[in-house]
């Protein structure tokens, strides 16, 4: 299988959620016990409060002090929307998660009850299977719009969830950018003009005339874009751009080929007293490489800025309204984002 929960309290929350909207577990219906759920799934308690945390969180369910886990009755008009992303490792994605707190943010402003889950997508595997996963995926689904975030798949792979009957919103970017063909809506971010302001203010804080940026292949748009940006901001500034770029599908290495990797192009720099800007390389092994090296204190990461997540969220919401409404056409939506800068190790911390 391709698509399979990352941990057991997201299995069974998604078990438990599609006996409720089969209607196997009515609303306003008594769940069982957390013991005999327990026993039925085979893990432990603690596996079960956590998966009906999440039912709880996404307002399938309410805890009464007296009765028990009580199934909720679904407003009239309330949208069921999924949120799901797709990479090659289990390791974090902090665009993900950034994504997963936003949508969450939806359930109590709007009418919408959010389903967030992340798998992980085989190696090596052709088109037609792919294609025969996302049919079985379509068919166990039960929302009115899905939301998916998948930056690693294939051009044909993408086009594989175009035959989705729910509306399909990509959130992010594809090596290839925009893809005016595919039979999804998209929102991902331009990231030139953010990047710009970047580097700006990393020089405010550092008044260094060199940087050194750790990025992906730009044969990926998004670094790409970055790039050009930081680019011409060092140009501007008078700063020394020095760029640690790594190879096309990095991410699916293993943790050891990295970790040499990392090290053998830091042996190639003189690291002593610059910053480091951190592009969106996977923090567990940067952060490993410069603990040992002694350099994590010198790198930095970028977030969203508030304003710019606020104005993802409401053109996400705006879009999903439209879709589910009866929107058929496929909408192609370009961000500029702003971004603010915080040093990697305490970012690491809150992800």
């Known amino acids: 299988m391709i698509f399979q929960a990352q941990s057991v309290k997201e299995q069974i929350a998604e078990a438990l959620l599609k006996q409720i909207r089969s209607g196997k577990i009515a609303p306003g219906s008594k769940l069982k016990s957390i013991r005999e759920l327990a026993r039925e799934f085979s893990v432990s308690i603690q596996s079960i409060v956590n998966a009906l945390d999440i039912l709880e969180n996404q307002g399938v369910v309410r805890r009464d002090a007296r009765s028990g886990v009580i199934v909720r009755n679904p407003k009239e008009g309330r949208l069921n929307i999924g949120l799901l992303a797709l990479s090659h490792s289990h390791g974090p994605n902090s665009y993900f998660s950034m994504l997963s707190r936003m949508v969450s943010e939806f359930d109590a402003d709007r009418e919408i009850i959010m389903t967030i889950w992340r798998s992980t997508l085989e190696k090596r595997i052709t088109l037609a299977e792919f294609s025969a996963q996302v049919q079985f995926l379509e068919r166990n689904l039960n929302i009115d719009c899905l939301l998916l975030n998948a930056p690693s798949l294939t051009k044909g792979q993408i086009s594989a969830f175009g035959k989705f009957k729910c509306p399909v919103i990509i959130l992010g970017d594809f090596s290839g950018g925009i893809y005016g063909d595919i039979p999804c809506s998209q929102i991902m971010n331009c990231d030139t003009e953010g990047s710009r302001e970047m580097v700006c203010e990393l020089f405010e804080k550092t008044g260094s005339r060199k940087i050194l940026f750790f990025s992906g292949s730009r044969e990926h748009f998004f670094y790409r874009q970055t790039c050009q940006g930081i680019s011409s901001a060092c140009d501007e500034l008078n700063i020394e751009p020095l760029f640690i770029e790594t190879p096309p599908a990095f991410s699916n290495r293993e943790e050891a080929w990295k970790l040499a990797w990392l090290n053998e192009k830091l042996d190639e720099v003189d690291t002593k007293g610059i910053p480091l800007l951190n592009l969106g390389l996977g923090k567990e092994s940067l952060l490993k490489c410069l603990h040992a090296r002694g350099l994590a204190a010198q790198c930095y990461e970028y977030r969203l800025s508030m304003a710019s997540r606020r104005e993802f969220a409401g053109v996400l919401y705006e879009l999903i309204q ?30």
């Open 322 to 351: 439209r879709k589910v409404g009866g929107d058929h056409s496929y909408e192609k939506i370009l961000l500029h984002p702003r971004f603010k800068v915080y040093p990697l190790e305490l970012v690491a911390e809150f992800d």
